[in-house]
């Protein structure tokens, strides 16, 4: 069932928000051919859907506040012909009893109708360079307008990127949306239980891919991101993919999957001996990791800024490769000069939401990391990588290790709450379910 009170919550902010005699347009994007006449999976914009609820290609959502119908929308008509081979459309009257448009109108009829809607406005909200296609389209619009200015029709001067008020609301979950993303998070909780009680020895990486997929699902959902199950040096790739290769007794498994649930996102790794068992030297990294992480979760919390988190964790992995024997020197002179990102090249997070690598930026206006409010959903994952660059560089028994600990986190008043805690990460946890 759609929330509707919600989409039309989101419209009337994101309209409250534009300046006198403004439009906003946002259209769905295109389709993808994977092959000849076969396209890829559809996605809605996360934009458009986030203001309507709507998934199906084809369709411009038109705001202006100002206009006699402030909500206008652009939607495939009803073919049945069509519905037969690719499934039911909304068509006109949908997009009006459905989906709430004041004024709907089939997609054919766009570039008429764009300029009437345009006509004397001063702002116009629409970002431009995402699909060349269709800026063509709003330009032509806009050229069409302009040519009317000894009618004593305006057009509009000011050209902004709608990402600059949505974003903002986006980065903000409210409480159905926290709904939603626990719910993605319980279903990506439920795919790493499921991995880590089916992985041994002779498997495949394809396999464990297989299981994630299956679990998504069976209980709605889709990936939100392609899977990285990576046994063994590919645990060292960081955005490893292929996902073929056989998994070895004595290697571990990084497993970095997300479930997206009504277009909210999850996004948990976990890393995982084989044979379900750590060795002494994966324990010692993976202790560490996870020492890091803990530390860098608890920074997560209202005043601290989004930067804290990390700079906890490098903090921490800084002085945990000194006591390892992987670095030498005084542990603040070795972040300054960023010794540690041989080992730990990346953020310890991102933005989560509608968009796994969601909207929002992590500056302020005066460009100091911008600093976390309550409602705000980040990734925490930190790790540490040893990959086939460091050979000769360090202890032989440390090659071809690769661990990651991700979790989802909640920013809220009282302190960070982890929607994915549910799938162990303690080595002790670990190895007895994984024994189960």
Same mark, same amino acid.
């Given at each position: ?16 928000e534009?300046?006198?005699r403004?439009?906003? %347009?946002?259209? /769905?994007?295109a389709?993808?051919?994977? /092959? ?7 996605r809605?914009?996360?934009?458009l ?10 369709a411009?959502?038109?705001?202006a ?10 939607v ?7 519905e ?8 006109v009257d ?13 997609i054919?009829q766009?570039? /008429?109708k ?15 360079g ?6 063509k ?7 069409a ?12 001067r ?22 939603m993303?626990?719910k993605?998070a ?19 990486e ?15 959902a ?13 645990a ?11 998994l ?28 379900g ?25 209202p ?13 921490i ?7 390892l ?9 070795? %972040? ?6 041989k ?14 690598h969601?909207?929002g930026?992590?500056r302020d ?13 980040l ?6 990588y040893?990959?086939p ?30 929607l994915?805690?549910?799938v ?10 994984m024994? /189960?």
């Open positions: 069932m759609l929330n509707h009170a919600f989409y039309s919550e989101n419209r009337k902010h994101f309209m409250a534009l300046p006198p403004s439009i906003a %347009i946002i259209p /769905s994007p389709q993808s051919t994977y /092959s000849h006449d076969v396209h890829y999976p559809y809605q914009s996360s934009y859907r986030y203001l309507t609820g709507f998934v199906e290609h084809d411009v959502l038109v705001l506040p100002d206009s006699p119908t402030p909500y206008t929308f652009f495939l008509p009803r073919d049945l012909e069509k037969i081979w690719n499934g039911f459309r909304h068509g949908g997009a009006r009893q459905t989906f709430g448009a004041q004024a709907a109108y089939t054919d766009l570039e /008429s764009l300029p009437e809607l345009m006509a004397n406005t001063e702002h116009l909200y629409y970002a431009l995402h699909d060349e296609a269709f800026d389209k709003v330009l032509t619009a806009l050229n307008v302009r040519k009317q200015i000894r009618n004593g029709i305006s057009a509009p000011h050209i902004h990127d709608p990402g600059e008020i949505l974003n903002e609301m986006r980065l903000r979950k409210q409480p159905y949306e926290g709904e993303m626990q993605a319980d279903i990506g909780v439920a795919a790493h239980i499921e991995v880590m009680k089916a992985v041994k020895p002779g498997m495949n394809y396999e464990v891919q297989a299981l994630i997929d299956y679990t998504f699902g069976k209980n709605q889709r990936a939100g991101y392609p899977s990285i199950v990576g046994g063994g040096l590919n060292t790739v960081l955005h490893y993919i292929e996902n073929n290769q056989p070895c007794d004595g290697e571990l498994l990084l497993v970095d999957a997300g479930a997206e649930y009504q277009y909210y996102n999850s996004d948990i790794t976990r890393t995982m001996p084989i044979n068992k750590f060795s002494p030297v994966q324990r010692q990294v993976y202790e560490l990791v996870l020492k890091a992480q803990k530390a860098a979760i608890e920074q997560a919390r005043g601290n800024t989004f930067l804290d988190p990390h700079n906890t964790a490098v903090q992995l800084t002085a945990g490769l000194v006591e024997g992987l670095l030498q020197g005084e542990v603040e002179t070795l %972040i300054e000069q960023e010794a540690y990102k080992f730990y090249m990346h953020k310890t997070g991102h933005w989560l939401g509608g968009d796994v969601d909207v930026d992590y206006a005066e460009g100091n990391w911008r600093k976390l409010e309550p409602g705000m959903i990734t925490v994952e930190p790790g540490l040893f990959g660059h460091l050979a000769g560089d360090i202890p032989h028994e440390f090659l071809h290790i690769g661990i990651r600990i991700e979790d989802d986190i909640l920013v809220t008043a009282e302190g960070p709450f982890n994915t805690a549910g162990p990460k303690e080595v002790d946890e670990i190895e007895a379910l024994r /189960s």
